[in-house]
């Protein structure tokens, strides 16, 4: 195995976090890993990074023979790479076959020591029993540098001789290229890219012009491993089977595969972990199904008898598109589990963004603005499944900026920085910290994103982190007739796209807001009542002579914290609310009580829901 250069050990002794940020096979500057460097990563012109290949091999000596051969014949550029193979040791349960058994092992073995590597290290680690695929592969890898990649290759597959050369220039382009560089990527797979597992493992559908795009699934046939996710992953992994957790992920097909093959298989606990955190792997879409890898689906733990190669293998000969064209980063389009576009990363500060990004939405009637002021990330993000259960996609969160805040968006939630988003529209006195402050820059968020989705012809609902949807409020079904809409008492608001509208949240309103605003700034708690943007704008409203629909919040709305409820009785209600008092606890057992906490220990959604699109 690779390891440590034995004159850098003493560094360990001296300091853990040295070591840990030092990398060992170079002898440029001590890069660090990514997260934990913003401006990662150094300008390396030629990164010297270390290239593993793992062959996971068991009694496939034919298989493991095409797939040497293929992994030998491709094109290194002169890189050294190194050829692990872990060969895993058959059955030992039964004892009247065992001849065969044993003469397959020592054939395969020959054939390993025969198999001449000539671009690096070639170990072959031998299993004294067998651990079958889960094993395999968690235990083929662990890597010790933030510049070491692992391929693993099933012994059933078969490369292109292109494929190294695709996947150096990946790595240079999306790993040691800091405006391509994402904390969310994973790795690449080389397959064709198959199926929708959140959709019963539906074909997955793509046009013709996408090379490169990002997609949530891992891909066992041809996968290459980042350094940093594989090892999250690791920990992640003996954490959850130590504590007796189950990858169990509702509407997902690999569930079902989970529930079959149990722990014979290692995809349902990696897709679980790659949900957990919101992570991406690149594929490419070759076209004419084919691919830097294939996989010939012999007989073994997948497949009850052969199969056949899923797809057509790229080489040199059929070329005609260029391979290492790589597009930037933020050019790629993202998918999830459901194969659903995604974008990752939007955090809007100003209200020219909020105005761009408006018009980039895809369904253009009506929007929901949501006050995570005061949330807390668990309740945020159970809010956020039950946005997915709904098929709620025209949102956006905002917030005081914060880590949440942005990991909310690096997982391809819309947010709006409010402290930059108030400076950008001149409101810097309101930006600075103090009692108040944070309630006071919401009510002025929420004033001009609603005048800005009115000037875009979008009707726009305004609700508070402290409420649960239990419908579709931007269904057309749902939608108030009047120009303005409040339930009493409850920081939920409505305002229509229309004309009428429009003639009244123009700039003298918006700035009657700001100094009513503006008064209630330094005041002491006793005007937390007076603080609601809800009571502060329908006084206005009604002052200007609009015409707004108010409506008894029970009517509207079931509240939690005391009595009783039951899921008959919020069966005809919009929403389920609390005091934002409320403890965490509390609110996550009344929700429990009524099917609506959806999320796990991670604070990831319990299922995955796809719709129609
Ligand atoms: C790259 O690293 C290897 C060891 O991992 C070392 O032998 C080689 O000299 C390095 N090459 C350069 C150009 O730094
Ligand atoms: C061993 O395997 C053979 C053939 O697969 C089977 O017929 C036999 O019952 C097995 N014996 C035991 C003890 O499991
Ligand atoms: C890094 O990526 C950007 C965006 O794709 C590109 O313009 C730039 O040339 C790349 N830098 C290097 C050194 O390749």
Redesign the pocket.
């Known amino acids: 195995m690779v390891g440590p250069k034995r004159h850098f050990l003493p560094l360990i002794l001296i300091s853990l976090a040295v070591f840990i940020f030092y990398n060992f096979h170079h002898s440029s500057l001590p890069p660090s890993f990514p997260e934990s460097n913003p401006t990662f990563p150094n300008p390396i012109r030629s990164p010297n990074f270390t290239f593993v290949i793992k062959v996971l091999a068991f009694n496939r000596l034919a298989a493991l023979s095409r797939c040497l051969r293929s992994l030998a014949a491709a094109d290194y550029l002169s890189d050294r790479v190194h050829l692990h193979i872990h060969i895993d040791h058959f059955v030992s349960d039964n004892s009247s076959h065992l001849d065969p058994k044993l003469l397959e092992a020592r054939r395969i073995l020959d054939f390993v020591d025969g198999f001449h590597w000539i671009f690096g290290d070639k170990v072959v680690h031998y299993r004294t029993a067998n651990v079958g695929l889960q094993a395999q592969w968690l235990e083929a890898w662990w890597p010790t540098s933030e510049h070491h990649f692992a391929f693993v290759v099933e012994d059933d597959l078969e490369v292109s001789s292109l494929y190294y050369v695709f996947v150096k220039t990946l790595i240079f382009?999306f790993y040691y290229?800091a405006?391509?560089y994402s904390p969310s990527i994973f790795g690449v797979s080389l397959q064709r890219p198959r199926f929708v597992p959140g959709k019963h493992g539906n074909k997955l559908q793509l046009d013709d012009k996408t090379r490169l795009f990002l997609y949530q699934l891992v891909g066992t046939w041809g996968q290459i491993l980042f350094p940093k996710p594989w090892k999250e992953f690791r920990l992640w992994y003996d954490e959850k089977k130590a504590k007796g957790n189950r990858p169990f992920l509702e509407g997902m097909v690999t569930t079902g595969w989970y529930k079959k093959m149990g722990e014979r298989i290692w995809t349902p606990w990696f897709i679980k972990f790659i949900q957990s955190r919101g992570y991406f792997n690149i594929y490419t879409n070759l076209l004419h199904d084919r691919a830097l890898s294939v996989s010939h689906r012999d007989a073994g733990v997948n497949y009850g008898k052969t199969v056949g190669p899923d797809s057509n293998l790229l080489e040199e000969r059929s070329l005609d598109l260029n391979l290492l064209e790589m597009q930037?980063l933020r050019s790629l389009k993202w998918f999830d589990f459901c194969f659903r576009e995604v974008h990752p990363g939007k955090v809007v500060s100003s209200l020219k963004e909020l105005g761009s990004w408006l018009s980039s939405l895809q369904k253009r009637d009506s929007f929901l603005l949501v006050n995570l002021f005061g949330v807390s990330d668990a309740v945020a993000r159970n809010l956020l499944c039950h946005f997915e259960r709904l098929d709620i996609r025209n949102y956006i969160l905002m917030g005081p900026p914060s880590a949440s805040l942005f990991d909310l968006a690096r997982r391809g939630h819309p947010v709006i920085d409010v402290d930059k988003f108030i400076s950008s529209v001149g409101l810097h006195k309101f930006t600075s910290q103090g009692s108040n402050f944070e309630a006071i820059k919401g009510i002025l968020a929420k004033t001009y994103v609603i005048k800005k989705c009115i000037e875009n012809r979008y009707s726009v609902w305004v609700m508070d982190g402290s409420m649960l949807l239990t419908s579709n409020l931007l269904s057309q079904s749902e939608a108030p007739n009047d120009d303005f809409f409040v339930a009493n008492n409850l920081e939920l608001f409505y305002a229509k796209s229309s004309f009428s509208s429009q003639k009244i949240w123009v700039d003298g309103f918006v700035s009657k807001v700001v100094v009513t605003a503006e008064s209630l700034t330094g005041k002491d708690s006793s005007t937390h009542d007076r603080l609601s943007f809800v009571y502060i704008v329908t006084k206005l409203l009604e002052q200007n002579g609009a015409r707004i629909r108010k409506v008894d919040e029970s009517s509207y709305g079931a509240k939690i914290g005391s009595g009783s409820v039951s899921e008959s009785s919020i069966r005809d209600k919009k929403l389920v609310y609390w005091s934002t008092e409320m403890e965490l606890d509390s609110i996550q057992k009344w929700l429990g009580e009524l099917n609506l906490w959806s999320i796990d220990t991670d604070m990831s959604c319990t299922a995955v829901v796809c719709h129609e699109s």
């Open positions: 382009n290229n405006s391509n930037p």
